[in-house]
C-alpha cells in the first residue's frame, strides 16, 4: 500500500490525513467500534491540518455514500447471483447481509472521499519524505 502513498487513493482506503497522510483521521482506528466508528481527531497532529473546514461539513458525504453503497450491492449481487447461480431471493437476502455489514466501512470511506476532494497532499508535510542531503 505504500506504493500508493501520496495519491489520493492512499487517503481513501486508509483513512489518514488528506494532506500529510502521516496518521489516521479517525479517533478508533476499528469501523466495527460501532460507538466511535465516526469520532474523528479535531486536527492531525503531525500537520495541524483541520478535518472539520467548517460545521457540519461531513453533511456532503451522505452523497457520496449513495454510490459506495452500491457499488458494495452491485459486488454483491454479481457475485451470489451471477457468479453462484444463487436465486434471487438468497442473492436479496446476501444484498441485504452485506449492505449490513459494510455500513461502518462504507460510512468512513464515503468521509474518506468527500474530504478528499477539498484537500490534497503535501510533500513537504510529510515526514517520511524528509530531505537528508544536507545531514552529514
Known amino acids: 500500500m505504500s506504493v500508493l502513498k501520496g495519491s489520493k487513493v492512499y487517503g481513501i482506503l486508509t483513512g489518514t490525513c488528506p494532506v500529510c497522510q502521516e496518521e489516521s483521521m479517525y479517533s478508533d482506528k476499528n469501523p466495527y467500534h460501532l460507538k466511535n466508528t465516526l469520532k474523528m481527531e479535531e486536527r492531525c497532529s503531525h500537520c495541524h491540518t483541520k478535518y472539520k473546514i467548517e460545521p457540519s461539513f461531513f453533511y456532503g458525504a451522505m452523497y457520496v455514500s ?7 450491492a452491485t459486488a454483491a449481487f454479481v457475485l451470489s447471483y451471477l457468479v453462484f447461480g444463487l436465486s434471487l431471493i438468497t442473492t436479496y437476502g446476501i444484498i441485504v447481509l452485506v449492505m449490513m455489514l459494510a455500513l461502518p466501512i462504507i460510512l468512513r470511506i464515503s468521509r474518506n472521499i468527500w474530504i478528499n476532494f477539498f484537500m490534497s497532499y503535501d510533500k513537504k508535510k510529510d515526514a517520511s519524505k524528509v530531505d537528508t542531503a544536507f545531514d552529514s
Open 66 to 72: 449513495y454510490p459506495v453503497g452500491l457499488s458494495f
